[in-house]
């Protein structure tokens, strides 16, 4: 849920092996751990990553530091030899994670990814939580390219940079400009939805009849993503609580979402069209 930043190396390296310990017993051993490696230096996420590869994490997302965040957004070098340090000293793949609310505004431009694409082997991918459906088609224009792969290996070559949204309300355009996907606080909610709307995205792009409902879909997933954003982490915490007993509340400093808020975002319409679609498509009564 967005909230590495608040746990100790000690919680962080706990968890990773919690998930992948609970993912093998469930007998999903293909499924990946990617975990989180924001730290306030270059040092410190290089340490982060050699401990979740340690732990047992297959990939590693890195985010620049927003505590300096006036003096390093207009420096695209220190932003570049960032994401070049960190993915060639970590053991593991190193996906980019762009979100300029959680650091200090800095936003990457398409053209410093791309770049960062081409000469960073051990990169394998972005996630694009600005949201900024132009900034992921220029990328996936590069990386989807035929001669890409072959120009630009992969260290891991079960690791190909992957162009990904970090919200779920443009899963369908992602998908008709070369997009990967999404790694999406949504689908803590409703997995079973946006799971159906990747599927429905996928397949309407080689039979479209399965257009119409990919876009209703899509509709109810994206209205629903922007109301229960608004309410950031506690609001989704919330959620999660309600629905599937469990979640609770943020660590401070973030507060936690107050008693009118919680019903006032229950009640929405957008909230209430979310659940029933994950019914709808779970077969669940939740």
């Known amino acids: 849920m967005g909230e590495a930043i608040h746990l100790s190396h000690e919680e962080r390296v706990t968890l990773i092996k919690t998930a992948r310990n609970a ?3 469930a007998g999903l051993l293909n499924v990946p751990v990617i975990a989180g490696i924001g730290a306030g230096s270059t040092r410190e996420s290089i340490d982060l990553a050699n401990e979740a590869a340690a732990a047992g994490a297959d990939y590693a997302i890195a985010i620049t530091s927003g505590y300096f965040a006036g003096a390093l957004a207009g420096d695209k070098k220190a932003l570049k030899a960032f994401f070049q340090e960190v993915s060639s000293k970590s053991p593991i793949p190193v996906m980019i994670y762009n979100y300029p609310g959680a650091s200090g505004g800095i936003n990457l431009d398409s053209d410093l990814i791309t770049e960062l694409a081409i000469e960073c082997p051990n990169i394998c991918g972005v996630k694009l939580t600005c949201g900024d459906v132009g900034k992921l088609t ?11 792969s072959s120009l630009h290996p992969r260290t891991n070559k079960n690791a190909p940079f992957l162009v990904l949204g970090g919200f779920s309300d443009f899963l369908l355009p992602s998908a008709y400009s070369n997009g990967h996907g ?3 606080g949504l689908g803590n909610v409703a997995p079973y939805a946006i799971v159906k709307l990747f599927e429905l995205s996928e397949a309407s792009m080689v039979d479209p009849s399965f257009l119409p409902e990919a876009q209703r879909l899509q509709g109810i997933i994206g209205r629903a993503d922007a109301t229960i ?4 982490i506690s609001g989704t915490k919330y959620l ?3 629905l599937y007993g469990y979640g609770g509340h943020p660590r401070r400093p973030l507060p936690p979402i107050d008693t009118v808020a919680a ?3 229950w009640e929405h319409s957008h909230t209430q069209a979310l659940v029933r679609l994950e019914q ?3 077969g669940k009564v939740l």
């Open 23 to 25: 993912l093998d017993h």
């Open 138 to 148: 220029r990328v996936a224009a590069t990386v989807s390219d035929p001669m890409f």
């Open 182 to 184: 999404a790694i999406t």
């Open 229 to 232: 954003a608004k309410a950031s």
């Open 240 to 242: 999660l609580q309600k």
């Open 263 to 265: 019903e006032a975002l």
């Open 280 to 282: 709808e498509v779970s």
